[in-house]
């Protein structure tokens, strides 16, 4: 069993940053893909960025790219993930969510575990 809690969620203008982290329970999370998905109000639970166990492979959703980077540090049992250059169009709430695997995950049914969510609110 793993226990996810996210944090860093706030209210920014357009342009600026933040950064959540997901901080996990449980030894075994260094064996366990961590991903980062939103869900805006009336709309679908979206895929935002992937990482693999050890840190070496991850993935973005083409509307993150080149802003986002996830990360992890696995003797802090913690993931993160970075965000620049926000636009009102992110602005949801953000959960993170892990799993055992091998390798990335950017399907929601993939993950057996999820975070309470972070609001992130992006004002023009």
């Known amino acids: 069993q793993v226990q996810l809690v996210e944090n860093g969620g706030g209210l920014v203008q357009a342009g600026e940053s933040l950064r959540l982290s997901c901080a996990a329970s449980?030894?075994?999370?260094?064996?366990?893909?961590v991903g980062w998905f939103r869900q805006a109000p009336g709309k679908e639970r979206e895929f935002v960025s992937t990482?693999?166990?050890?840190?070496?492979?991850?993935r973005y959703a083409d509307s993150v790219k080149g802003r986002f980077t996830i990360s992890r540090d696995n003797a802090k049992n913690t993931a993160y993930l970075q965000m620049n250059g926000l636009k009102p169009e992110d602005t949801a709430v953000y959960y993170c969510?892990?799993?055992?695997?091998?390798?990335?995950?950017?399907?929601?049914?993939?993950?057996?575990?999820w975070g309470q969510g972070a609001q992130v609110t992006v004002s023009s």
């Open positions: 969510a892990a799993s055992p695997s091998n390798s990335i995950l950017w399907q929601v049914v993939s993950y057996n575990y």
């Open positions: 990482i693999n166990w050890n840190g070496v492979v991850t």
């Open positions: 449980g030894r075994a999370f260094t064996t366990y893909a």
